[in-house]
């Protein structure tokens, strides 16, 4: 810059900064020719104005503060332009020395293993080989050692237990007929060990220790080493014993409610099957796996019964109460789902098996003493539920018939609707010389007392809803509340008690829907009770559950087996969830959905005949004959 004529020709007392110079150009940024700044006046220059004068003459104009800004810029900018340059040496560096570490690392890989061309394939080195070698020679010791060591759990094998004659094995180790007991074969077991043998309680879900009768202990060649060790629950094995053999007492192996398991680990605690030593290994490595063969499913019996959770028994799970004279038959395609499976019922039932059903003919009272109890099968034998009741209760409680003067309310859908069933039951009470005052704001309308409330359609929440029937309200819908009150049904109506309630609903929750309508179906139907007996805890509740369909599949609107499977399942649940939660002092299931014939007894998806109707009128009659008579 030409410093040597700052200012000069510049006015020293300048007063103002010149705003326009020449042609309106502000001074502090004009630049122009020689001959035009010699041309201007220059008395009004502004005093700190940076006059630069280049060698081709020309003149240029700069603020000296903006300058000076300029140039400590510059100076900061060298500073940082020097920075980078060192880090750009040093990156070059250590790019530099990489590149000699990565060149001395590849040809040490080239050398130590095979040539460069190699060293980009896919080819396995020597010393990969020899160590995949070795792998698969530790895997054929490992499978090896499965298949000599793993061994079941459980160590008695059903299969060769000597079953008959009766048997009993000596101390000298020959086997004898006596008592009522059964006799194993050899059981391979191991010196130290401490066998247990364990019953599993189906009813309970737990294990009990139980006695053998005897035991006799072998060597590896089967040769007696000792016997006589009597009544027992556990035995500590020897030195040089190998194999023992042991007297059980028939009922561990009859006995339904019991599962009998010897093991050599203590007391267990879930219990398992037996099962050979290659099986087991098959089963670990499937399992694992993922994977089903024909030989795995049919070693571990997968059926329908471990393949779905749609199985189900609706069969009473406590006592059966019953009339002497009205005849029951109770029928499987009614009570067990899915088809095919069946249920054989034991101790005190007193009831004739046939193909496909259950009867009881009841030609007598009866109270039985032993313990309630039924297997539910699947096709292929296979105990799939069970319900038993060891502790309390019996199979059948069957009273005299002695009706007196009752009254009732049915509460229900289109098979109360239809007036038939609680037609049955005023005329059966009329003619055993007794009246049952039925109540209800709906009936057959003929002014005979056949009075219900039953809604053709209506599912378990419609009863919780102002909807209309008829044009009137549900009676059962209390506005403040807004919900199901039985307190403001009686009240409105002027009735001051009732006896019994029955209520006869789900079918029309269940039908066209899917699984999930089950459980709260349910709920709703245990709201209605609880309502009831918040009005009166003595009432007394029966639950007619709904009837499975017809079956004929032509006659139905929807998938019988699924409809079906649906209807028997909640049947099921409801029949548990009223055992659960009340006493048969105050709630019972009727047997209204056991006793109708799928063949005759019903005419389509949901509605019974007329003898089905009359059937079901009885069954009422049956369960308030036996409740009075308690």
């Known amino acids: 810059m030409a410093t040597d004529i700052i200012a000069r020709g510049m006015a020293a007392n300048a007063k103002k900064s010149v705003t326009e110079l020449g042609n309106k150009i502000e001074s502090e940024k004009w630049i122009g020719t020689k001959a035009e700044w010699e041309a201007v ?3 009004t220059i502004k005093d700190g104005t940076i006059v630069y004068i280049t060698d081709d003459e020309t003149v240029i104009l700069y603020d000296k503060a903006e300058m000076e800004k300029i140039a400590a810029q510059v100076a900061t900018d060298k500073t940082s332009v020097a920075a980078d340059k060192a880090d750009i040496v040093s990156m070059k560096l250590e790019i530099s020395n990489t590149a000699t570490k990565l060149d001395t690392e590849y040809n040490n890989l080239t050398s130590n293993y095979y040539t460069k061309e190699l060293a980009n394939s896919t080819f396995a080195t020597k010393t990969e080989i020899n160590n995949t070698n070795s792998n698969v020679s530790q895997l054929k010791e490992d499978i090896d050692d499965l298949l000599t060591n793993v061994k079941s759990k459980n160590l008695l094998d059903k299969t060769k237990v000597t079953t008959s004659p009766y048997n009993y094995i000596n101390p000298n180790g020959n086997t004898e007929t006596y008592g009522n007991n059964f006799v194993t074969d050899y059981i391979p077991v191991e010196s130290g060990k401490v066998v247990t043998l364990s019953r599993y309680l189906i009813s309970s879900g737990k294990f009990i220790q139980s006695s053998y009768a005897s035991i006799c202990m072998f060597d590896a060649d089967k040769n007696v080493k000792s016997g006589g060790d009597y009544n027992k629950t556990t035995c500590t094995i020897p030195n040089g014993v190998a194999f023992v053999r042991i007297t059980l007492n028939k009922s561990y192996f009859l006995d339904v409610d019991s599962m009998v398991e010897l093991t050599d680990d203590g007391a267990p605690t879930i219990y398992e099957p037996y099962s050979s030593a290659s099986k087991k290994l098959t089963d670990e490595i499937i399992e694992s796996s993922k994977i089903a063969t024909i030989k795995y499913v049919d070693s571990k019996k997968y059926t329908m019964s471990l393949l779905t959770d749609n199985i189900g028994c609706s069969l009473p799970k406590s006592e059966y109460f019953m009339t002497v004279g009205i005849e029951e038959s109770w029928y499987t395609d009614s009570f067990a789902t899915p088809k095919g499976f069946f249920v054989n019922m034991y101790s005190g039932s007193q009831a004739d098996r046939h193909d496909g059903k259950y009867t009881f003919s009841n030609i007598s009272s009866y109270y039985g003493n032993n313990a309630y109890l039924w ?16 502790g309390t209760g019996y199979a059948r409680n069957c009273k005299s018939l002695n009706l007196q003067d009752c009254s009732l309310l049915c509460i229900g859908d289109s098979t109360v609707d239809h007036d038939v069933m609680t037609a049955k039951i005023k005329s059966f009470f009329t003619e055993n010389g007794k009246t049952v005052t039925l109540l209800g704001t709906l009936g057959d309308g003929k002014g005979t007392g056949n009075n219900n409330e039953g809604r053709a359609g209506w599912t378990t929440s419609d009863y919780f809803t102002n909807k209309t029937y008829d044009g009137v309200v549900n009676p059962f819908y209390n506005p403040s509340s807004q919900t199901f009150d039985f307190a403001y049904y009686m009240r409105n109506h002027n009735y001051s008690s009732v006896d019994f309630v029955a209520i006869q609903l789900g079918i029309n929750d269940l039908y066209n829907f899917d699984d999930t309508k089950i459980i709260p179906t349910w709920e709703n139907i245990k709201a209605m009770i609880d309502s009831i007996h918040a009005f009166n805890p003595s009432v007394k509740v029966i639950l007619n559950l709904p009837t499975t369909p017809n079956a004929d599949q032509s006659k139905h609107s929807v998938f019988e087996p699924l409809y079906r499977n649906r209807v028997v399942r909640y049947c099921d649940y409801a029949t548990t969830k009223a055992k659960e939660l009340y006493p048969t002092t105050r709630v ?26 009359e059937k079901m009128g009885l069954e009422v009659c049956n369960q308030i004959n036996c409740w009075q008579n308690s």
Not at 377 to 386: E, F, P
């Open 375 to 390: 297997n539910l099968y699947d096709m292929l034998l296979n105990l799939v539920k069970n319900e038993a009741n060891t």
């Open 41 to 43: 006046d220059k008395s």
């Open 588 to 613: 019972r299931v009727s047997y209204n959905h056991l006793i109708l014939n799928p063949d005759t007894d019903i005419r389509d998806n949901v509605h019974p005949t007329n003898g089905g109707y």
